[in-house]
């Protein structure tokens, strides 16, 4: 097994951010933007719309772009090279950013379940991870 190529990680990995920032930009300010807009209003919270608060989601997304592309690099040698090994680390990627954390909010009682939302960021991590993926090379 060789190391992991870091910079073709790098490099699949900000194209990975790239569809995932797309992708949330739709969801979050298109498609369920006034859910959304309704369970901060009952949380008593403004929506963060700042550019601070944006330029973290920013970083978050291509944060994702990157582990599941590094994720991908670290499993490709047990399940091979190609689109197949790429899913199964964007659904990895997706259950540790996005299925948990549903879980831990729907428990609390923060937000109410938006199956939409929720399949959208399964759909756009396993898009983007594929997608990041096709560009490593070991």
Same mark, same amino acid.
């Given at each position: 097994?060789?190391?992991?190529?870091?910079g073709r990680v790098i490099l699949g990995g900000i194209v990975a951010g790239i569809i995932i920032n797309i992708s949330q930009f739709v969801l979050h300010n298109m498609v369920i933007k006034?859910?959304?807009?309704?369970?901060?209003?009952?949380?008593?919270?403004?929506?963060?719309?700042?550019?601070?608060?944006? #330029? *973290?989601?920013?970083? /978050?997304?291509? $944060?994702?772009?990157?582990? =599941?592309?590094?994720?991908? &690099? +670290?499993?490709?040698?047990?399940?091979?090279?190609?689109?197949?090994?790429?899913?199964?680390?964007?659904?990895?990627?997706?259950?540790?950013?996005?299925?948990?954390?549903?879980?831990?909010?729907?428990?609390?009682?923060?937000?109410?379940?938006? #199956? *939409?939302?929720?399949? /959208?960021?399964? $759909?756009?991590?396993?898009? =983007?991870?594929?997608?990041? &993926? +096709?560009?490593?090379?070991?």
């Open positions: 097994m060789g190391k992991i190529n870091l006034d859910a959304e807009m309704e369970a901060m209003k009952r949380l008593n919270l403004p929506m963060p719309e700042s550019s601070r608060e944006i #330029a *973290v989601w920013v970083i /978050w997304a291509f $944060a994702w772009g990157i582990a =599941a592309v590094w994720l991908y &690099a +670290a499993i490709r040698p047990r399940f091979g090279p190609g689109p197949g090994t790429a899913v199964k680390a964007g659904l990895a990627a997706w259950f540790f950013s996005c299925l948990l954390a549903t879980v831990a909010m729907l428990n609390m009682g923060v937000f109410p379940f938006m #199956a *939409v939302g929720f399949l /959208w960021e399964l $759909a756009h991590s396993l898009i =983007a991870t594929v997608a990041g &993926a +096709a560009l490593y090379r070991e």
